[in-house]
């Protein structure tokens, strides 16, 4: 048995996604929440002849409805609110142009969130690209095994993920002329995926803008090609499966982590370096920061160099252009860097987590009513934790925070969690200028 456990931390140390997080491999406790529900992973229904979008959207928010987590202190109130904003969404071309708006001149976009994220994450982007001029159609999905229970999570493959992204594609047929994918970490890995597989798809591809895509996650067991698979068959063998279990008590994402959803991001990286092996015939958006702990930055920066196209674009955050990395990349003149600190916001450094959200966001925003503190969620760090969350967070064990330390956003690596009481960035201080690039580069789609 300790043998067993022994692999199970390697394979979760190596695998886990929740970067910069304690580590402890344990089985749940008896909670609802870490059971699968009996939502179907694919909601659309029969893959080779699924549902209208519309019916979809119903579909999904009813199983969301059904099967959300509770949260302690949630009113009902609540609950019905968060539903609606954590469902898949559509956002139609405005009253005014819809006469004007034919399936011959509409732009679709889809947008994908990342893993143990819902549809929330990309609101605000929804929001952006439905304001442009032109006739959009902006439509979010929800990945399977999101937005019900962290139980759900270990039930999906990353097979289900991808036919959830071809149904998102395929539904803008006879609504939209092509398509413009945009991803955050898994749902830029997606993106990419289906850019490979295309003439699979009904509908073409016009553009990839890609948030902090998983290209390939941190960790140095995931360039051992046979040791994931092995362990990751441990891990399914023998139920031990979590690397993080935490309150979840963000109503937009879960906060425990299930392997199992880990060595599916593997695979499917496994994947992408199995049909990359041509540039990208679309232009490409990428925003990246230099820091991010949760995936390999270099990884995406070499993914960028090497297989985009000259109208492709980068936005490159990091805390100096005299890092190696990213001064190679600023060679390439498709490249912009942007400084990672920002001192009069109280920035340290830049989050995987950062991009698609804006700061006024009233949930991860600047002034929102939740923190990304997990990662001092232990008896250790109390004191700390106590002082990162946001007061609507504070818990029982918590009381009034003792601590008047400042707190400041950065990433959640090791160094920064042990000199600052640090909240993980969860909004993106750059919003405006990234969305003027956005429409910078849009405008060059042809």
């Known amino acids: 048995m300790k043998l067993v456990k022994s692999l199970v931390a390697l394979v979760a140390a190596a695998i886990s996604l929740a970067a910069g997080a304690s580590f402890a491999q344990k089985r749940p406790p008896p909670d609802e929440r870490y059971k699968p529900t009996d939502v179907p992973l694919r909601l659309w229904g029969d893959d080779q002849a699924p549902m209208a979008f519309d019916q979809y959207l119903e579909v999904a928010r009813g199983a969301i409805a059904r099967s959300r987590w509770k949260i302690e202190g949630e009113s009902d ?13 559509e956002w139609p071309a405005p009253a005014g142009r819809q006469t004007n708006c034919l399936p011959d001149n509409t732009e679709g976009v889809l947008l994908m969130h990342g893993l143990t994220d819902s549809p929330f994450l990309m609101r605000d982007l929804g929001d952006y690209f439905a ?17 019900t229970a962290p139980g759900d999570l270990g039930r999906a493959s990353y097979e289900d993920w991808a036919a959830a992204a071809r149904f998102g ?32 798809l009904e509908v073409p591809i016009a553009s990839l803008m890609l948030f902090s895509p998983a290209i390939r996650t941190t960790g140095f067991f995931l360039r051992l090609k046979v040791l994931p698979h092995l362990l990751g068959g441990v891990v ?9 279990l935490h309150a979840d008590q963000d109503f937009a994402k879960y906060e425990s982590f299930s392997i199992a959803a880990g060595y599916q991001i593997y695979r499917l990286d496994e994947e992408i370096e199995r049909l990359a092996q041509e540039p990208l015939r679309m232009p490409v958006f990428m925003a990246l920061s230099r820091s991010d702990s949760t995936i390999n930055a270099v990884d995406s920066i070499d993914f960028f160099l090497r297989k985009t196209s000259p109208d492709s674009r980068m936005m490159l955050v990091a805390p100096t252009d005299k890092d190696a990395d990213v001064a190679r990349a600023l060679r390439d003149g498709r490249v912009q860097y942007f400084p990672a600190a920002i001192e009069k916001e ?30 001092y969620d232990n008896d250790k760090d109390r004191a700390k934790y106590c002082a990162c ?25 090791k160094e920064s969690i042990r000199k600052y009481t640090l909240r993980r960035l969860t909004f993106n201080p750059y919003f405006s200028e990234m969305t003027t690039k956005l429409d910078s580069f849009l405008d060059g789609v042809r």
């Open 77 to 89: 109130a609540q609950r019905a609110e968060r539903v609606r904003l954590t469902a898949p969404a």
């Open 131 to 147: 304001a442009r001029p032109g006739c959009f159609v902006v439509r979010s999905i929800l990945l399977p095994g999101h937005g």
């Open 169 to 200: 594609i395929n539904s803008f047929r006879g609504v939209a002329r092509r398509v413009h994918l945009v991803g955050f970490s898994t749902g830029g890995a997606l993106s990419i995926y289906w850019a490979y597989k295309q003439a699979e």
């Open 236 to 244: 399914r063998g023998t139920g031990l499966e979590w690397s993080d």
């Open 346 to 375: 109280g920035v340290v450094d830049f989050a995987h987590t950062a991009f698609v959200v804006r700061p006024d966001n009233a949930h991860y925003g600047r002034h929102g009513d939740y923190a990304n503190c997990t990662h």
């Open 389 to 413: 969350i946001t007061p609507s967070m504070l818990q029982k064990s918590c009381g009034t925070p003792a601590s008047k330390e400042k707190v400041v956003y950065g990433e959640n690596d």
